[in-house]
């Protein structure tokens, strides 16, 4: 950190025109074990401005923590005869596991539509990557019917007033982390914005894995899935003959 911080400061020296960020997360590594209920992220840091002079007019900040993205199949189920069969379906290639922004204000009052598909800042903004050749209604009905089943499973979050800035230099910022989040290597990204335009932005990583008893689990269901399938089938056969000797004794 100091290091970084000196560099900074040689940069500002030089006469660099641009403001630098100087981002942190309050913890880089979150474990998750048996009793975990989510945990509450804080993202925080600092704007440098030239010679240390803000401007007459506030920046503003925005800042996203994304989860690692995925493949993911969104199918469409219709009623035919009074039962719910599957439809139509479409694949999307690189969808965030997770996903949340914070701003300090209103994301709409912030930047433009085409800003925000660019750095991906909102939900709207989002390059999902559509992997059929579907025309551009049916794409998006499924993009928004993707969007609403992650953000009612609290995966996707906006929040419009979620960063407090202090005396112009300092922000801060909470993130929920819910406790059924995926798991991986997360990016926590900060973007200064001035006049609807991104003037800078900068990175910090985020790993969440499982710890103890259910890293064991896991780790073992990827590396051994037909010896871990074979022992959950034993087990269970296990549990149902405990089950049935208890109920005949009784």
């Not at 100087?22 to 474990?31: A, F, I, M, T, Y």
């Not at 379906?89 to 539509?113: C, E, K, M, N």
């Not at 689990?217 to 149902?240: C, D, E, K, T």
């Amino acid at each position: 950190m100091k290091r970084a911080l000196a560099a900074l400061a040689s940069l500002l020296c030089l006469g660099a025109a641009k403001p630098v960020l100087v981002p942190d997360v309050s913890d880089r590594q979150v474990r998750i074990v048996y009793s975990f209920t989510g945990a509450d992220l804080l993202l925080f840091g600092a704007i440098l401005y030239p010679q240390g002079r803000a401007p007459d007019h506030p920046a503003d900040i925005a800042v996203v923590l994304k989860g690692p993205t995925q493949s993911i199949l969104v199918r469409e189920k219709r009623k035919v005869a009074g039962m719910w069969v599957n439809a139509d379906s479409a694949r999307f290639r690189s969808a965030p596991s997770f996903y949340a922004i914070a701003t300090s204000r209103p994301l709409a009052q912030l930047v433009d539509g085409h800003t925000a598909a660019i750095y991906e800042l909102g939900l709207d903004g989002l390059q999902l990557s559509p992997a059929s050749a579907a025309p551009p209604d049916e794409q998006q009905r499924f993009e928004q019917g993707l969007v609403d089943l992650k953000r009612r499973a609290g995966l996707y979050v906006e929040d419009a007033h979620g960063v407090e800035i202090s005396h112009g230099v300092l922000y801060r910022a909470h993130i929920a982390v819910p406790a059924r989040v995926p798991i991986g290597r997360y990016v926590a990204e900060t973007f200064l914005i001035q006049d609807g335009k991104v003037v800078a932005g900068a990175v910090r990583e985020v790993h969440i894995d499982k710890s103890g008893f259910e890293r064991f689990v896991s780790l073992a269901a990827h590396r051994w899935p037909v010896s871990y399938g074979l022992v959950a089938v034993a087990l269970s056969l296990a549990i149902g003959w405990g089950v049935g000797q208890l109920v005949r004794r009784t």
